[in-house]
Nanobody, 124 residues
Framework: QLQLVESGGGLVQPGGSLRLSCAASGFTLDYYAINWFRQAPGKEREGVSCISSSGGTTTYADSVKGRFTISRDNAKNTVYLQMNSLKPEDTAVYYC?????????????????WGKGTLVTVSS
């Protein structure tokens, strides 16, 4: 059974950090770019970050550049999103998604599998 499972979300104070994980089972992530998206209450889902299959290319939304870092461990079939200096506006459900390309295209339509999401709440 193909599954993507996000974990690591929770409640954190402004300025704090969290590390999200996206673990795959039933298939290997090795050949695909992996994306993180987020959706805040009442807002559309937006792209946050992407990492190519080799890990050699990473992209970030302007709103998270310099604060978030995406990485992958193909041996563990897992992708991570390290989030530092969190702000209240980072509050959202975070989803990982597998692209049908090895490169980062940035298009939601290129995503073939989605996880169910993990909630991140940044609040004092």
């Amino acid at each position: 059974q193909l599954q993507l499972v996000e974990s690591g979300g929770g409640l954190v104070q402004p300025g704090g950090s969290l590390r999200l994980s996206c673990a795959a089972s039933g298939f290997t992530l090795d050949y695909y770019a992996i994306n993180w998206f987020r959706q805040a209450p009442g807002k559309e889902r937006e792209g946050v970050s992407c990492i190519s299959s080799s890990g050699g290319t990473t992209t970030y939304a302007d709103s998270v550049k310099g604060r978030f870092t995406i990485s992958r461990d193909n041996a563990k079939n897992t992708v991570y999103l390290q989030m530092n200096s969190l702000k209240p506006e980072d509050t959202a459900v975070y989803y990982c998604a597998v692209s049908n390309h090895y490169y980062c295209s940035g298009y939601r339509g290129d995503m073939t599998y989605w996880g169910k999401g993990t909630l991140v709440t940044v609040s004092s």
